[in-house]
């Protein structure tokens, strides 16, 4: 079957004046839209890669044929890493963090502050596009990693639990050049409801 674009679930606007709706509109409709529309054309050749889903591509991706691996990295990361990113966020969100995640991120990195300063700095400093992630590692612990362009830590065993978005067209309609205001103000939009989910995943 080929990989769908998922609908988003709230409004572009929803998000506001954190993000604005066009940004949002542009980033899920064209952006996402497009890794979804290459990875179909990519796999087209592929009947034997068509029925695994997104999670299991990106995973093996090391094992796939060479004639489609980079397509899929790219453009199956890409999915994968916004289908993620969209269920992140959430309207009227933000916070401080709630939950079995709250406790957690005290007892790795002691407060949600220095764990937010942390983050936002990897998010900072990764050159290029990419993405900032909170990870279960495959050895259990729960690490700050930053991925290149649409790579996604499953490729290497570990298991995202919270991700932010760096590519420029996430937030340079609004932000411009500014991504370390960018990354501040995005906390306000964070689902942890969400998080909390994906944590309870990883220990799975």
Do not use: C
Request: charged share 20%.
């Amino acid at each position: 079957m080929a990989f769908e674009l998922p609908t988003l679930p709230y409004s572009f606007d929803a998000l506001e004046p954190y993000i604005d709706a066009q940004t949002m509109q542009i980033h899920h409709d064209l952006h996402h839209g497009a890794y979804v529309k290459n990875l179909n054309a990519a796999l087209e050749s592929q009947s034997d890669l068509q029925n695994k889903n997104i999670e299991e591509l990106i995973r093996d991706l090391n094992t796939l044929p060479e004639s489609v691996r980079t397509a899929v990295r790219n453009n199956g990361g890409g999915h994968l890493n916004h289908t993620i990113f969209w269920t992140l966020m959430a309207p009227n969100a933000g916070g401080e963090p709630t939950g079995a995640i709250a406790e957690a991120i005290n007892d790795n990195f002691g407060n949600f502050e220095t764990f937010k300063e942390r983050f936002n700095d990897s998010g900072a400093k990764r050159f290029g596009s990419g993405f900032v992630w909170l990870v279960r590692s495959r050895d259990g612990k729960l690490e700050i990693v930053s991925t290149p362009n649409q790579d996604n830590p499953l490729t290497d065993g570990h298991y995202s639990i919270l991700g932010n978005d760096v590519w420029e067209h996430a937030y340079y309609l609004k932000y411009q050049n500014r991504r370390p205001e960018y990354l501040k103000q995005w906390w306000n939009t964070v689902n942890w409801e969400e998080v909390n989910r994906r944590f309870a995943q990883s220990t799975r």
